[in-house]
């Protein structure tokens, strides 16, 4: 899977709320603030297909910034990042070390009225 832009520019607001981040299977992502004042959500492009916990994000992004169009492999313990004959190995972090919204915990907007 490649990241589009538009998905990294998410991660990189998602940064300034929590600098960690657990992916999980789908095409949803979200953030929860340390202090849990701020909650964050987006539907990607992407499908993940399955969770990986990171606790550095920014260094997760800047890891992604090396390449011109990684693709990005999710494995059962890292992710390999890659293109061409270069590649880097980013290993997952316990989740219990990180902070992460529920599981349940989705925005639910009301229908608009226009």
């Given at each position: 899977m490649i990241f589009s832009t538009k998905t990294l520019n998410i991660l990189k607001n998602f940064?300034?709320?929590n600098q960690s981040i657990l992916f999980r299977p789908?095409?949803?992502i979200n953030t929860l603030a340390p202090n849990s004042s701020i909650y964050a959500e987006a539907k990607i492009e992407e499908e993940i297909p399955s969770e990986a916990a990171i606790y550095e994000l920014?260094?997760?992004i800047a890891c992604l910034s090396l390449f011109n169009?990684?693709?990005?492999?999710f494995t059962?313990?890292?992710?390999?990042?890659y293109e061409n004959n270069t590649k880097i190995k980013y290993s997952y972090d316990n989740?219990?070390?990180?902070?992460?919204p529920p599981e349940d915990k989705r925005i639910k907007m009301p229908e608009p009225d226009v």
């Open positions: 940064n300034t709320i789908g095409n949803i920014r260094k997760f169009e990684p693709e990005i492999e059962e313990k890292q992710m390999v990042i989740k219990t070390t990180i902070v992460y």
